[in-house]
């Protein structure tokens, strides 16, 4: 790379759950630095408006990670669109029984989570993979992010469907590393600690001040905070990095 060219410059990215939050300041970051984005997801209205604004570089595709035949309509249109596949950001979720203690959490819930933030990310990957791979062979540094949660690392109560989810998405960057490295794709995770966004304006004040009085760098965490760790492992320079986890939370919990 000269000092001319940008990070992901020609790179061609799908991000799940781009309309909002921390998939939006992903698919924003990207773009500034010069990959061709689609953003997946299914707040059709709110994605299609931010991909018409981040303009020629970004693309909207419906996608419901959790659905194999949702995943295969959206991957089809997205390739389509860019034209090939060099990296995929694994960032939808949910977080429906936040704040909720083990018996309070109903059933459907708890179904709906390992549904979209465990299969989701199952289905996508697989979906992205003979695209990854064929970008591989032709010399491109193809690449995996998966987007999984601090909380699976200190053990967050309060929120234990999420934080087994998150635990099972680190468990399978590891063994996706392994599986799809004989193909020349690298696969990693970012877990990042508590962000300020729409998703968090349910937790509770007292979670928030844990979080500022546990860290190193003691300021609240915002999506932009996590933007560059992703940029990184997108990157052609990152290739030969993978089976990683990178906690991207201030220091609030150090691997
Ligand atoms: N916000 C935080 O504090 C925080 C902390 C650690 C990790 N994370 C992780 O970061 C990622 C983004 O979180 P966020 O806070 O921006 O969440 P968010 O709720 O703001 O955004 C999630 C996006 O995913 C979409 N989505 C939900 N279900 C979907 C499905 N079935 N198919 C496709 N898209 C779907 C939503 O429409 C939304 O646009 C998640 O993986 C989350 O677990 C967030």
């Excluded at 953003?39 to 909207?60: K, Y």
């Excluded at 059933?107 to 465990?118: L, P, S």
């Amino acid at each position: 790379m000269t000092s001319s060219q940008k990070l992901l410059q020609q790179r061609r990215v799908l991000i799940t759950g781009a309309a909002r939050g921390l998939g939006e300041a992903f698919a924003r970051s990207c773009v500034q630095a010069g990959a061709k984005v689609v953003l997946a997801d299914v707040a059709a209205e709110r994605g299609q408006a931010l991909a018409a604004e981040l303009g020629a570089a970004a693309h909207f595709v419906v996608m419901d990670v959790a659905s194999k035949l949702s995943v295969q309509a959206g991957m089809q249109e997205a390739v389509q669109w860019l034209g090939g596949l060099d990296g995929l950001i694994n960032n939808a979720a949910i977080t429906n029984s936040g704040g909720r203690v083990l018996g309070e959490i109903e059933e459907d819930m708890f179904d709906r989570v390992m549904q979209v933030n465990i299969k989701g990310v199952w289905l996508v990957t697989n979906a992205a993979h003979p695209y990854l791979k064929a970008a591989a062979s032709n010399g491109s540094a193809a690449s995996v992010l998966n987007i999984a949660s601090d909380t699976a690392l200190w053990g967050a109560p309060r929120l234990i469907a999420y934080v087994a989810s998150k635990g099972a998405v680190i468990s399978m960057t590891r063994s996706m590393a392994r599986e799809l490295g004989a193909d020349g794709i690298s696969v990693n995770a970012i877990a990042p600690g508590l962000v300020v966004s729409e998703s968090t304006e349910y937790v509770p004040q007292a979670r928030h001040d844990q979080y500022l009085e546990g860290r190193a760098i003691k300021r609240e965490q915002q999506p932009s905070d996590c933007t560059d760790a992703a940029l990184f492992f997108l990157s052609a320079g990152a290739g030969f990095v993978t089976g990683q986890v990178l906690p991207v939370n201030g220091g609030y919990v150090m691997n």
